[in-house]
């Protein structure tokens, strides 16, 4: 009760109504879930019964589901012409009594970032996420900065990092966010990145290593390196050595290593058993872009394992993550036939 008098829900006179500064809204696959602009939190239980609805049914007829050009679902009423945000389903919604798992294994791949980030105030903390104007990195980004954290979107396009700061400002205008430029294929720009980060003097308490190509040819970087090996993980580890310093000090923190399953279909040891330096980096002669691909994703899980054996005593920690198996996202655009098989798996791959 000491719960509902905080939340101002004395007042109202209905189980239904909602509290003074919630608001009711709906996923793009029809579940209803309420965001707290107060707090500026969201939860998918009605703040005042408890209760998990979804929408009934599909859309009435003549009407259509829309997305605008900052990722905003609208609806469109064809026959009388006009448009709204709000979902003409939520009078008909149903409660949903599904029970949540009781073992261990609270999330698997069905879970959504609403699901995981339910009930958490993440105000105060201070998030950078690279390569985070697009795909994975821009759901992350949006996701934490809704619930509360400051979220600096680092990005090699500067114009794309603003456009997606105002896409998120859009779904939430007082979301903390930022794009400050970093290109990962230049170890000069990573490093003018961080220095910018620090004259800023925040603290760090979660750096996300997520900016990766994939299928891109061969060439070199202004630093002489093969691209793919540089952008997925030479540029990481620079940028987690320069930030070192303030993740410990803003301790606890956290990095996070996007990395992929692919890492199990390659090594980088030469035939005695040693590291082999000269596969990290190939000659064009001896580039396989996909193959590149799946070394610097086992660096990537490498890097992490050792960084959290590291800095763990000090306060931070280091997870690499698989992010599914060939989500749909931008990371396939370097060659038609990879756009190609990732269309023809993206009915049977979790959606962005």
Known sequence: MAALKYAGLED?????????????RTT?????????????????EHPKSGKRKRVAGGLPYGWEQETDEKGQVYFVDHINKRTTYLDPRLAFTVEDNSVKPTTRQKYDGNSTAMEILQGRDLSGKVVIITGANSGIGF??????ALHGAYVILAC??????????????GE????????????LASLQSVQHFAEAFKSKNLPLHILICNAAV????????????ESTFQVNHLGHFYLVQLLEDVLR??????????SSESHRFTDIKDSSGKLDFSLLSPSKKEYWAMLAYNRSKLCNILFSNELNRRLSPHGVTSNSVHPGNMIYSSIHRNWWVYTLLFTLARPFTKSM
Request: proline share 5%.
């Open 156 to 169: 090699r396009n500067a114009s794309r990092g603003n456009d997606a700061v105002q896409r998120i400002l």
């Open 12 to 24: 109202t006179d209905s189980e239904e109504e909602l509290p003074p500064g919630w608001e009711e």
């Open 28 to 44: 793009k696959d029809g579940w209803v879930y309420y965001a707290n602009h107060l707090e500026e939190k969201t939860q998918w």
């Open 249 to 258: 000090q803003s301790s606890p923190a956290r990095v996070v290593v996007v």
């Open 214 to 225: 994939f299928g891109a040819p061969w060439c070199l970087t202004e630093d002489d390196l």
């Open 172 to 183: 939430w205008h007082k979301a903390k966010v930022e794009a400050m430029t970093l290109d």
């Open 139 to 144: 759901e992350t980004a949006k996701s934490l």
